[in-house]
């Protein structure tokens, strides 16, 4: 399976998923012209994953602003885990913030509501 | 059109029976195929009344179905808008802060060069439009202000400053404004202030300097000097602020800690 390497944009964040380690991370802020056309790649990334494999999947978010687009694309995401996690897979997410910037500890909180596998959310230190 | 059965069919011989007095030859096997026909029919019902069921069950699970993914998508969506106006918040809060920052001095919390610019050339073509709108500019500057700087260190030259802006700030009215215009000058915009208030205000500015609280007990009390001017309507800003800073040069010639207007 491919890892997947985007590099950051003013509008679109930086993303890296490592199917060797298993993880996905993702940095910045996220306001795409054509939010289907960024997303469809990583999503498809994480169904592969999710998928054609049974080892557990980490996600790493230093996200920043998104816009409502980038918002439905990581619920859906965050469907998928739920999803999986519900059906014995081990999977996860570290959402850290800037500690500058407490409203986006608020938001991450936000999506973390609907979660039942483990979603950590914590001021970068 | 209902058609009738043919004369040997069992409907009619069932008939017959029915209606003889005495059971005809035959009525036993009659009554045995009428038998079999009923039990026909009733496995029949059975299975009509069990598809329709089925049938039944299947519609209801469909639309609970759709009910469920209906209701699935519309907390979806609730919570896409309320994350998404969070998201607006933030943003609105940031770019108030970020327009507080171009327009205020983050050392001394007074207005920037920037704003009063704006605010000093709005005032010059009030004055312009309607007669009585006159104002009065003034800049005071920090006497001897760099040797703080270099006896004490920069922070005591920021304590200083703020010390100064403070003094400064609270001599204000209302309306006016005094913004940190560069290193140790600071610019006032008075409206509605003539040539008879303007030496008044310049030297309570002056005298409340002088009168703030000393910063540390080997650094003086700070003073000013202070020149000002009235813009005179229909001339540009540059000129008023040009008057007020010869103005000022004559203050400090003359010895400093005095306030001069031309």
Redesign the interface.
Known sequence: MNNLEIAQTPSTPEVRADSGQGRVFMSGDSYPENPFDFFQPIIDWIDDFLKNDDRPLAFDLALI????SS??AM?DIFDRLEESHLAGRSVSVDWCYDPD?E??G??AE??K??CTFPFTIAPRS | MQQCPPEDSLERRIEAILNADTPPDGWKEALGKLFERYLDQQRLLDRLTHIADRFQAAERERSQGYMASYEKKVRQLEKIVRISDQYQTMLHQLKERLEHASNYDSLTGLPNRRYMTVRLEEAASQAARKNGNGFAVMIADIDHFKAVNDNFGHAAGDRQLKAVARALELSLREYDLCARWGGEEFLFLFPACDQTSAPVVAERLRKNVSAAPRISDNIATPTVSIGYTLHRPGESIDATLLRADEALYKAKDAGRNCAIGM
């Open positions: 602003y998104l816009n409502t918002i439905r619920m910037n409203r986006v608020e938001l936000e999506f509501e609907d």
